[in-house]
């Protein structure tokens, strides 16, 4: 897809603040320092205008990007850094919940791992509560620039069977460095656009 115009509609912590009009809507998702940002500002072609806001004592809200004013993306503040208190990971999980719980307009949770590595516990549980709603899942593994082509298929494999990934479940490799990935991702989304 050509991404014309993104910007910013509203940083929201509660169902009154998420912004109106019905479009189709994509939530993205992944732990701190997982490389969320590079993708969301990869997808939109933007240098910046997602920031990295998951270090504790940063504001934890949802933040909605209006993409070609027809669907949004929506930041979800990164889970599992280490050093936030369990107060803050109450908060997070609550507002989380109800985003995932009440919003009609969400298509799919685009969940971000790093290729490198096989998905911490904190992705694990991330996978299993979006399971849990019945929401359209899309799993990018990023920095794959980072490991050699032919590690792809071994590490993509550790990323499926960490997961336990079902039939219908999207896998994408990605890099934010080199773009790889970038059609296929859009392409998984538009289609879900239509449901
Ligand atoms: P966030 O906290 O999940 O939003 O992570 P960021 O997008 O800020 O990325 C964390 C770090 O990983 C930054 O230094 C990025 O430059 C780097 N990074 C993110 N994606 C990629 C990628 O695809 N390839 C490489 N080589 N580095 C990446």
């Given at each position: ?106 298509k799919a ?27 359209p ?52 989304l538009?289609s879900y656009m239509?449901t």
């Amino acid at each position: 897809m050509k991404v014309t115009s993104a910007e910013i509609v509203i940083s929201a912590v509660k169902p009154e603040q998420y912004p109106e009009g019905g479009l189709p809507e994509f939530a993205l998702a992944g732990r701190s320092n997982v490389g969320k940002s590079s993708f969301i500002n990869k997808m939109i072609n933007r240098k910046a205008l997602a920031r990295t806001s998951s270090k504790p004592g940063k504001t934890q809200t949802l933040n909605f990007y209006l993409i070609n004013e027809m669907l949004h993306f929506v930041d979800v503040p990164g889970y599992g850094y280490a050093k936030v208190s369990k107060r803050e990971r109450e908060i997070w999980g609550k507002m989380i919940e109800t985003y995932l719980t009440t919003r009609e307009e969400l298509k799919a949770v685009v969940l971000i791992v790093d290729l490198r590595h096989p998905p911490t516990n904190d992705d694990v549980m991330m996978y299993d509560f979006v399971k849990h709603y019945d929401i359209p899942v899309v799993i990018i593994a990023t920095k794959a620039d980072k490991i050699p082509k032919g590690k792809w298929d071994k590490h993509l494999k550790v990323v499926k069977d960490t997961l336990e990934l079902e039939p219908g479940d999207h896998l994408i490799k990605f890099s934010s460095e080199t773009g790889l990935g970038k059609e296929e991702a859009w392409a998984v989304l538009q289609s879900y656009m239509k449901t």
